[in-house]
């Protein structure tokens, strides 16, 4: 759209018509429609969690691990764990230094044991086949959080950006 000059009206009557008020505002309304836009792409994408950016999946072994980079303040969030011909079960551990940022509001299937050592929160699971783990996690603090997890012998690095 090519920058037309506003056309001045020629009248009898006596009105200031602020010419270069409207060219200020038709500039900051295409500035605020472009951030508007922007702001709507980035969170389509998963810039602010649930979504491509955000989901990271991570495989080690028979073991598959999915989290989130990005995530909301006191918003309920997955990790997933998928043990894919596991015989002997499964064993997730925690750091509490990690859990420490976060409610752990609910684990599917439910461990059959929890343990804590070595300043480790320790779960267990029965099962064999192919084993899926749910955690539901709020966090309970915002900024980076960094942290690892251990599946079945499997270190995985755990890294988020909480939004306040």
Do not use: C, W
């Not at 429609?33 to 955000?54: E, M, P, T, Y």
């Not at 764990?81 to 750091?95: A, D, K, L, Q, W």
């Amino acid at each position: 759209m090519a920058n037309k000059p506003l056309e001045k009206v020629k009248t009898d009557l006596q009105i200031n018509e602020h010419l270069d008020a409207h060219r200020t505002g038709f500039v900051v309304q295409r500035i605020g429609l472009v951030f508007i836009i922007a702001f709507v792409v980035v969170a389509a994408i998963g810039l602010f969690g649930d979504g491509l950016v955000s989901k990271k999946t991570e495989t080690k072994g028979n073991v598959v691990f999915h989290h989130e980079r990005f995530y909301r303040y006191e918003a309920r969030m997955e990790v997933k764990i998928e043990m894919v011909g596991t015989s002997r079960g499964g064993v997730v551990s925690f750091p509490n230094r990690y859990l420490n940022n976060f409610k752990v509001e609910a684990i599917t299937p439910s461990p059959n044991t929890t343990k804590i050592d070595n300043d480790n929160v320790i779960y267990f699971f029965d099962g064999s086949g192919n084993m899926q783990l749910t955690f539901y996690l709020v966090p309970q603090a915002f900024g980076t959080i960094n942290g690892s997890v251990e599946v079945n012998g499997h270190p995985f690095a755990v890294n988020h950006f909480i939004y306040p």
